[in-house]
């Protein structure tokens, strides 16, 4: 064995200039933000839902890595198929070859869907969502693609064109041909199908952006629209797929919806190794693949490693001999229920909705004077400013990370890991309930933050 590099030295002599590099050669705009919320912790260890920080002191995760880490932070079992991988010694991606694992990984995936039958691997949710829109408009010989507003979908060119921020769309035009309709309108998805010329609608069953939930009975009826004339269902499961929502897909808390394209990433990694999955029907692959001409006209230079393979098997074997759907529906439904019982005793605290353990937590306008002039100058200033009041505190003072549901929004979003507990409901609900205390006792720290905040904003108009 040759060369002399040294991870461990490296981090322990580079690793205090984390916040320096990313300003120097990254994102100038990450250190910037983390600084001025009061985020920039340095953590140097995680297991689990937890993570701790240079001081030792423990963090309790609810974000998840946006949904990555499922399974939690360093799984043993998934740790251990790593380094089996790693080990073994595979002869990985020669291209001209057809090795086991993503055979093996797109099985059992399948199995959670019937009514799908072949899978492509990529490398991430977005690249999941590029190969459905490929694959929908190869197939279809359309061009449009319908999509929800408020929707997220990725970022890359093509998952762009369906995204339903126009903050992320702004300066990047022109995109794909695309609409948008609003979450659960019946009306407006037929009026846009009558013109012939769509390929799909893709769909979140719960958007990320807000924790909004397709109404009932809407993607059943969509999918009969959709099939009358001939435009496909995607079923974007990024951050709602394994286990999330309390069923292995969102989509199928309704029943008899069986899309025809399914998109899933995140969690299927282990919190390891990017991989991004591409669900869809047997006609659909075959039409792609019509020929041995055309046997590369979609691929991913690292997509199928083994390393991603070998994660996305110990998830999925993980959720099965640990029972973590169960888990999901039981916690979800103690957390869900603990945070709805303090909606009629805070003003500010307006709703509380989601599935499992995808939460959103509503913040809005209050009745009393006091509270409702703090409300209004926050507001004047940037809409969302509220939601950011709260997830400073609890990371702050109670040592608990959670995010602003999106921008211009007063909704903080709850994605825990899969793996967290009563324990974990409890410290969560104990430092939730402090801070609304604090938030309506009209004074304190929390508010002088607020102001802090209100100048910021009006600083950067």
């Known amino acids: 064995m040759s060369g002399d590099f040294d991870l461990r030295g490296l981090l322990a002599e580079r690793g205090g200039e984390r916040y320096e590099l990313h300003a120097r050669h990254l994102n100038p705009q990450l250190p910037r933000m983390l600084r001025t919320i009061g985020f920039d912790k340095v953590y140097e260890r995680a297991e689990g839902a937890h993570f701790w920080d240079a001081d030792g002191n423990d963090h309790l995760d609810m974000l998840a890595g946006f949904g990555v880490m499922g399974l939690g932070r360093h799984h043993p079992v998934v740790r251990k198929a790593l380094h089996d991988v790693l080990d073994a010694g595979l002869a990985d991606l020669t291209r001209f070859d057809c090795p086991p ?72 035009a022109p995109l794909l041909p695309d609409t948008a309709i609003a979450l659960g309108d019946l009306d407006g998805l037929e009026r846009e199908l009558r013109s012939g010329d769509v390929a799909a609608f893709v769909v979140e069953p719960i958007q990320g952006k807000g924790v909004h939930e397709a109404p009932p009975g809407f993607l059943r009826a969509a999918q009969e629209l959709l099939r009358r004339h001939g435009t496909l269902l995607i079923a974007d499961e990024v951050q709602t797929g394994l286990g999330r929502t309390g ?161 211009h929004l007063e909704v903080i979003k709850l994605i825990p890991p899969l793996v967290v507990d009563e324990a974990d409901v409890d410290r969560f609900v104990t430092a939730f309930t402090a801070v609304m205390d604090e938030a309506h006792g009209g004074g304190g720290l929390m508010w002088d933050f607020g102001r802090t905040l209100v100048r910021q904003a009006v600083a950067q108009r």
């Not at 209050?366 to 939601?387: C, V």
Request: glycine share 12%.
């Open 247 to 407: 069923d292995f897909y969102a989509h199928q808390h309704e029943e008899g919806v069986e899309p025809d394209l399914v998109c899933v990433a995140k969690a299927l990694s282990g919190g390891y190794v990017p991989v991004g999955a591409t669900l869809g029907k047997d006609w659909i692959f075959k039409k792609v693949y019509s020929s041995m001409d055309r046997v590369l006209v979609h691929s991913a230079s690292f997509g199928s490693n083994a390393q991603a393979m070998a994660a996305g098997l110990a998830v999925l074997s993980v959720m099965e001999s640990e029972g973590t759907i169960a888990h999901v529906r039981r916690i979800g439904d103690l957390l869900l229920g603990r945070l709805r019982e303090l909606v009629p005793r805070y003003e500010l605290l307006h709703e509380v909705r989601g599935r499992g353990l995808m939460i959103g937590i509503e913040f809005g306008r209050p009745t009393s004077l006091g509270l409702r002039g703090r409300w209004a100058m926050l507001q004047a200033a940037r809409k969302g400013l509220f939601a950011q009041m709260v997830v400073v505190p609890l990371l702050q003072r109670h040592r608990i990370l959670t995010q602003v549901s999106g921008d």
């Open 101 to 172: 694992l993503p055979g093996l990984l797109a099985e059992r995936l399948l199995a959670h869907s019937p009514y799908l039958d072949r899978v492509f691997f990529g490398n991430s949710g977005t690249e999941a969502v590029e190969t459905a829109l490929k694959f929908a408009r190869y197939a279809t010989g359309r061009p449009r693609i319908l999509y929800c507003d408020h929707a997220f979908h990725g970022l890359t060119t093509g998952a762009l064109s369906v995204n339903g921020e126009k903050g992320f769309r702004e300066g990047f």
